[in-house]
């Protein structure tokens, strides 16, 4: 009988947090999560991913749902990072009580709207968060009695550039206190240049490499942010990694499933045939 899985060691996780495991020098391979199944998000982490973002925006699922799946990545050390629908202080709110290691804001077009989603993840004066410290998840439910005191030195905001705007004023969204990371969003990129089936036009790749000469001329232990990238056909892993990309997200949890069953249900075909 074949033993799934016998092949691959069980990772260790680090819990130090993202961002400190970054200035620590080491690069970071994370995986979409759209599915909000609790047992996927549990095996993506013990396959050695070291941080998961659950894709609220393009997902199916709610906070619930989100939360099941957060509890599943923390049972085995994986970071988990949530990506809201939109740069709202309810949604932000909302993810961040649940007690997450990164936040992710899609659609960051200028200065002023990076400035407020991290105003978003900060309590007052620093910010707007709303302040439910005993109560929530975040604060181990008021047991973290240093909560307040490192919570923004562990959380790990995430801005993603994705439009023909947010690459005008990328240089004033890396400049934003506070933006951890900025993660270039190539698929809607290329929509937003005009160019939706073809991200390999020469506009989207100058659009990006607009991008990430502004993020890597950034001190991040200066106020500047670490560059986040999505591998595609047009940009393998290797690529981006070579660009000097930080951070990497390789697949989504449902295009490897479609890549696996596809593939299973092929290789029947073609025995049948045999």
């Known amino acids: 009988m074949a033993s799934y899985g016998s092949s691959i060691p069980q990772p260790i996780h680090s819990r ?3 961002k400190l495991r970054l200035r ?3 690069k970071l391979y994370g995986l979409f999560f759209r599915s909000f199944s609790p047992d996927l998000a549990e095996i993506a982490a013990l396959a050695g991913y070291d941080f998961v973002i659950i894709d609220m925006e393009h997902g199916a699922g709610g906070i619930p749902e989100a939360l099941s799946c957060i509890r599943a ?3 085995t050390g ?3 990072v949530v990506r809201v629908p939109e740069i709202s202080e309810a949604w932000a709110k909302k993810a961040l009580d649940l007690g997450v290691d990164g936040i992710m804001f899609p659609m960051v077009e200028s200065g002023r709207s990076a400035s407020e989603a991290v105003s978003f993840c900060r309590y007052p004066p620093h910010g707007v968060r709303g302040n439910a410290v005993g109560l ?3 604060s181990k439910f008021g047991f973290d009695k240093a909560y307040l005191a490192n919570f923004a030195d562990k959380l790990f905001v995430m801005a993603q550039i994705e439009s023909e705007e947010g690459v005008k004023n990328a240089k004033e969204i890396v400049a934003v206190d506070g933006v951890d990371c900025v993660m270039i ?3 809607d990129l290329s929509a937003s240049l005009g160019f939706i089936h073809d991200q390999s036009n020469p506009k989207v790749k100058s659009a990006m490499k607009t991008v990430e000469k502004a993020v890597l001329a950034s001190e991040p ?6 560059l986040a990238g999505i591998a595609t056909p047009q940009n393998k892993v290797v690529d981006l990694r070579a660009r000097g990309y930080q951070v990497v997200l390789g697949s989504a949890d449902l295009n490897l499933f479609q890549k696996a069953v596809v593939d ?6 073609l025995r049948s045939l045999l």
Request: glycine share 16%.
């Open 16 to 18: 130090k947090p993202l």
């Open 78 to 80: 994986c970071a988990a």
């Open 264 to 269: 299973d249900v092929n290789n029947f075909k």
């Open 136 to 138: 929530v998840r975040d």
């Open 185 to 187: 969003g190539p698929r």
């Open 221 to 226: 232990a200066n106020g500047g942010a670490y």
């Open 73 to 75: 990545l923390g049972s």
């Open 24 to 26: 620590n020098g080491e």
